[in-house]
Antibody, heavy 126, light 109 residues
Framework: QVQLVQSGSELKKPGASVKVSCKAS????????MNWVRQAPGQGLEWMGW????????TYAQGFTGRFVFSLDTSVSTAYLQISSLKAEDTAVYYC???????????????????WGQGTLVTVSS | SYVLTQPPSVSVAPGKTARITCGGN??????VHWYQQKPGQAPVLVIY???DRPSGIPERFSGSNSGNTATLTISRVEAGDEADYYC????????????FGGGTKLTVL
């Protein structure tokens, strides 16, 4: 069965960096785009962007450029989200989420998210 | 950028029908997806492409989309349906972007 298992909660100081992992199993990792979604405390869902798991090419939504980096290790079917220069407002739960359908000839076609990781709480506090 | 508007809250008695709306400019021309999120849990896809149901989602969940409003309908509401619900569309107009509505808290009275 499909599973996305994320790394555990993190407590970081402002200015530090954090790397969240999302290990996939139960499907062909390189056939489906991986999305990242942020949810601040008590707030709604915000799409951060996606990564083409075939080419490694990331796309970042507005507001998530510069300090946010998506990466992959396809040998272990794992996607990563790294956030640098952390700020208090980065405190949130971060989710990875898999596309419902495969990429087409290596190109991401926007699809809803059928499987989500359990979420990783990143807390930024001095 | 494209904006999706949901009512912050909807309340319904058990056994009745809940309707959660998602408003957007000419949303009927887009495909709408719906997620259910219970406290402390990840979202779950309950309706995709306006009205399709993933396997494992009860038939009580249905969706429609026309004009400027998409609607998630939950029939014969149960206590376990109490959750936040989010609509989602792909905005291909300006920034290529997934857009979520602000979410609706469904309370089962």
């Amino acid at each position: 069965q499909v599973q996305l298992v994320q790394s555990g909660s993190e407590l970081k100081k402002p200015g530090a960096s954090v790397k969240v992992s999302c290990k996939a199993s139960g499907y062909t990792f390189t056939s489906y785009a991986m999305n990242w979604v942020r949810q601040a405390p008590g707030q709604g869902l915000e799409w951060m962007g996606w990564i083409n798991t075939n080419t490694g090419n990331p796309t970042y939504a507005q507001g998530f450029t510069g300090r946010f980096v998506f990466s992959l290790d396809t040998s272990v079917s794992t996607a990563y989200l790294q956030i640098s220069s952390l700020k208090a407002e980065d405190t949130a739960v971060y989710y990875c989420a898999k596309d419902l359908e495969t990429m087409v000839r290596g190109v991401i076609i926007p699809e809803p998210f059928d499987y989500w990781g359990q979420g990783t709480l990143v807390t930024v506090s001095s | 950028s494209y904006v999706l508007t949901q009512p912050p809250s909807v309340s319904v008695a058990p056994g009745k029908t809940a309707r959660i709306t998602c408003g957007g400019n000419n949303i009927g021309s887009k495909s709408v997806h719906w997620y259910q999120q219970k406290p402390g849990q990840a979202p779950v896809l309950v309706i995709y492409y306006d009205s399709d149901r993933p396997s494992g989602i009860p038939e009580r969940f249905s969706g429609s989309n026309s004009g400027n409003t998409a609607t998630l309908t939950i029939s014969r509401v149960e206590a376990g349906d109490e959750a936040d619900y989010y609509c989602q569309v792909w905005d291909s107009s300006s920034d290529l972007n997934w857009v979520f509505g602000g979410g609706t808290k469904l309370t089962v009275l």
